[in-house]
């Protein structure tokens, strides 16, 4: 295999002149001491503790020079670092001009990730070395070594003692379940469909319960086995009526497992058989300790290519587990489980409640069963082979976390393809929203949009509903493609006034006509502390999206930071979006630099276009024409001048800021024009 071929190898005496090339970074020399070196990671320059700089591989720390506690001082270094001997690099005309150049480097397409290339070299120094070299040629090539991040694996376990798959059929409390058995009633059991594993390890796939549902050409082979990917993927697939064990949601379904771990191997397993696996599933996501992070742009390219391109253009579907984090983390600081892309889910507990782990969120989609509550059940599910001495197969009913939620909504996604093979990703996202259950009506989260949603930062649209998304599903009609607008990069260039919850606040107006899916705030500040940003979006009829909380993250800024929101499905787009950041807590500075609102969802109807003539006997008189012109002002102002509530009751309140604005208040006044102004002057897509 071609390699970065240098006339010499970093050994431990050219580490601390590395030191001076790359920066602040560091390696470890022999003595012990450490020399400073920034290692390109792909998510930024990071000060790393490398161990081995002259192996293919090694492990490394991350320590924290760059960055400081609230107390002052610095924090203990991050272990869990593995650098590899590749560089990652996007293609550029820079970086083929480059490739020429050296002649014996080979640039090796990265699969899945298209527009990437993996350049291998003779050390993980060398890699380090080449990524900084690249990066400061002229032209600005992306280039980063391929580097594995700390993770961890959101299972929490419990007590094994507890009733057996109560989270398919609660017989102790009916309907506090996933309501399975309905489905499967219906025939549905997941037949025909792929679900993929992605986890730390693989599947022990000669469990007694699993060996029959596994798929080897949807797999990728892992260097050791794990007991969390098997409890995972238990959960989702494991065989029914077969004598022993229990059954997974889409006991029919057939399931591949495949490795999670550095950029490339995370971009292998999101790139891995799109043509043959319908959903992949993700119970695993960055440390859940409130520090906003991102992807890697090679795997925001791998996971935006699978979702868009796999399965024939229908797209594969991700699940994500929400994270354990509870009070002091949220899915909205994780890169994936906040994407659009994603169907990011929570956890309730035996009691139906948010389980105390579950982190809340804009972003969050659903929720599903998992341990916790007052009788604190665990999730009954495989376990490695020999744990426990039961044959042919062992079990746990001590799995949990939003790791146990994450493969029940991924079966029951199974179940719904199962039923209907047509959906595409964003169907399916739709068909789950429509179809969940309100938990915990009382808790204080609970809203509804200006749509009809209701929604809660705890529970995003409710509990997932296996019987419901079956019988959605075959009558779903499809949706058409999708529309967006951007408002492009609206400059702020405003310092945020220190422990102050009076902030700062601008909007844009954007146009009508999108019946929304998501919003998303890019979102780019620089501070001395992150994690005192308080930051909220409005949506023009009052619907607020809660996207950052103060926190301990310690972080210098936003850099093209992505907060996605799903709080605002169904609503119109048209009107005055404002975004609000203040700073909640002492002794740090911030200073908000610009921001972008993209909004993406299906074609809507405009609320300015009201008819497509003025002439009361025309057939088009009162009926939208998809053209916004003087008809509809002056169609409008009639509806007005006669008080007629159904065409001219727009709003309680002109003001954008307020709870009222959008939601007719059966009063016909001043604010309903300024507000129908305000719509007409914002114009439809």
């Known amino acids: 295999m071609d390699t970065w071929r240098r006339s010499r190898t970093i050994g431990l005496r050219r580490a601390a002149a590395l030191a001076v090339v790359c920066g602040s970074a560091v390696m470890a020399l022999a003595d012990g001491s450490l020399t400073p070196v920034a290692v390109r990671t792909g998510a930024g320059i990071e000060p790393l503790v490398i161990a081995s700089p002259e192996a293919p591989v090694s492990a490394a720390r991350r320590v924290h020079t760059d960055i400081r506690p609230k107390a002052g001082g610095v924090r203990e270094p991050t272990p869990g670092y593995t650098l590899l001997n590749r560089v990652i690099a996007r293609e550029s005309a820079a970086l083929t001009d480059w490739l020429v150049a050296k002649r014996d480097v080979v640039g090796h397409p990265l699969p899945g990730a298209p527009g990437f290339l993996w350049i291998e070299t003779a050390s993980v120094g060398e890699a380090v070395e080449l990524a900084h070299a690249l990066s400061m040629r002229p032209g600005g090539i992306e280039a980063y070594v391929d580097t594995s991040f700390p993770t961890t694996t959101r299972s929490v376990p419990t007590d094994p003692s507890f009733p057996l798959q109560w989270h398919l059929q609660n017989a102790q409390d009916p309907g506090r379940d996933a309501n399975v058995v309905p489905a499967w009633g219906l025939g549905y059991t997941g037949e025909g469909v792929v679900i ?100 890697p742009s090679a795997v925001a390219t791998a996971l935006e290519t699978a979702v868009l391109n796999g399965r024939d253009g229908k797209g594969v579907s991700f699940v994500w587990a929400g994270g354990n984090g509870g009070a002091i983390d949220r899915v909205d600081y994780d890169p994936y489980a906040s994407s659009r892309y994603v169907i990011a889910v929570g956890a309730i507990d035996d009691d139906d409640d948010v389980a105390g782990y579950s982190e809340f969120g804009s972003s969050l989609m659903l929720v599903a069963p998992s341990d916790g509550g007052p009788a604190n059940r665990g999730i009954f599910t495989t376990d490695l082979l020999g744990a426990s001495g039961y044959a042919p197969g062992d079990f746990t009913s001590s799995f949990g976390g939003t790791s146990a939620a994450a493969p029940i909504v991924s079966g029951v996604v199974a179940l719904m393809l199962e039923a209907n093979p047509d959906l595409t990703w964003r169907d399916i996202q739709h068909v789950l929203i429509h179809s969940t259950r309100i938990c915990d009506p009382t808790h204080p989260t609970w809203t509804v949009n200006s749509a009809g949603y209701p929604v809660s930062y705890a529970y995003g649209f409710g509990a997932v509903d296996a019987g419901a998304a079956v019988v959605t599903a075959l009558e779903w009609p499809g949706l058409p493609a999708q529309i967006e607008y951007d408002s492009g990069v609206v400059a702020v260039g405003a310092m945020i006034a220190d422990n102050d919850p009076v902030g700062v606040t601008r909007s844009v107006t954007i146009p009508g006509g999108i019946r929304i899916e998501t919003v998303e705030l890019v979102m780019n500040a620089t501070s001395t502390f992150i994690g005192d940003l308080h930051i909220d979006v409005r949506g023009p009829r009052g619907t607020s999206s809660l996207v950052a909380t103060a926190r301990p993250d310690p972080g210098q800024g936003y850099t093209n930071q992505v907060f996605t929101s799903r709080r605002h499905f169904g609503e119109d787009s048209g009107g005055v979006w404002s975004v609000h950041v203040s700073d909640r807590a002492p002794q740090d500075v911030s200073t908000w630099t610009n921001f972008r609102l993209v909004i993406r969802g299906t074609p809507g109807p405009c609320a300015a276009d009201m008819t497509g003539s003025t002439d009361p006997t025309a057939p088009s008189y009162g009926v939208p024409d998809g053209v916004l012109d003087g008809s509809d002002f002056f169609y409008f102002l009639d509806r007005f001048v006669a008080g007629d509530l159904a065409g001219a009751d727009l709003t309680g309140s002109a003001e954008p800021t307020d709870p009222a604005y959008g939601v007719p208040d059966g009063m016909i006044d001043a604010a309903d024009f300024f507000y129908y102004l305000d719509l007409f002057t914002a114009g439809c897509v």
């Open 196 to 295: 993929g594993v992605i986890d730390i390890g693989n599947v022990q796939n000669v469990h007694g319960d699993l060996s029959g549902r596994y798929l080897p050409q949807a797999s990728i082979t892992a260097a050791f086995i794990g007991a969390h990917a098997t409890a995972v993927a238990g959960v989702a697939v494991a065989t029914a009526d077969n004598g022993y064990g229990g059954a997974g949601v889409a006991y029919r379904a057939r399931y591949g497992t495949m490795p999670q771990g550095s950029t490339s191997q995370i971009v292998a397993a999101f790139g891995h058989r799109n043509d043959l696996i319908h959903i992949k599933n993700n119970s695993w996501g960055p440390i859940d300790n409130g520090t906003a992070t991102q992807m």
